[in-house]
């Protein structure tokens, strides 16, 4: 069945350096890939998507680029602070109706 | 606008019980999507539903169903509930039957015991 895979599933960075996430998707058909930034407690926040006929999408110190030929996205953030910190789930778009997600990466960033 | 919505926030269920959980997307939403979040297994895709009509499912046994009512909001239903149900539901609500721009809720903690 359509799978998604993201690495690393632990990531540790200190204040200021960047962070990159990657995830692979199972089915060609997908064309809208999200992802979430979810907090301590809190519920998942949409952070930035990037649909098919992009290859890359900017939103301040966060990015992300889609490879479709290779199927595979990766989510960037730059000068990273502590408030980064947080579980970073990516998604891929089922059909036209749902979103298959990764099983998230703990991101820490230390001062 | 209100965000998401659910309740309640917090249920304790003792195994071989059943339970409804209530979700109320952002007004003008008329998708909602159900998903069941755990630490092994991360956020697992239960159903969606547009216009009151279940248009996709997840691979989830039959004693998880669900059903959204025409000012779209949705509730679903878990019967027979086993230990391995206990997990954090969440909805998520999109405006035009899409998968673009999902906004979750703050979830329900389901315990069962």
């Known amino acids: 069945g359509e799978n998604v895979e993201q690495h690393p599933s632990t990531l540790s960075v200190q204040e200021g350096d960047s962070a990159v996430i990657k995830c692979t998707y199972s089915?060609?058909?997908?064309?809208?890939f999200p992802w979430y930034k979810q907090e301590l407690g809190k519920r998942p926040q949409l952070i930035i998507d990037i649909r098919s006929n992009v290859g890359e999408k900017k939103d301040q110190r966060i990015a992300v680029t889609l490879n479709k030929t290779a199927k595979h996205f990766s989510l960037h953030i730059t000068e990273t602070q502590p408030e980064d910190s947080a579980v970073y789930f990516c998604a891929a778009s089922i059909g036209v109706t749902a979103l298959i997600f990764g099983k998230g990466t703990t991101l820490s960033v230390s001062s | 606008k209100a965000g998401v919505t659910q309740t309640p926030r917090y249920l304790i269920k003792t195994r071989g019980q059943q339970v409804t959980l209530s979700c109320s997307p952002i007004s003008g939403h008329r998708s909602v999507s159900w998903y069941q979040q755990t630490p092994g297994q991360g956020l697992q895709f239960l159903f969606e539903y547009f216009s009151e009509t279940q248009r996709n499912k997840g691979n989830f046994p039959g004693r998880f169903s669900g059903r959204q009512f025409s000012n779209s909001r949705s509730e679903m239903n878990v019967s027979t509930l086993e230990l391995g149900d206990s997990a954090l539901y969440l909805c998520a609500s999109s405006l035009d039957g899409t998968p673009y721009e999902q906004y979750f809720g703050p979830g329900t903690r389901l315990t069962v015991t």
């Open positions: 089915d060609s058909a997908s064309n809208y």
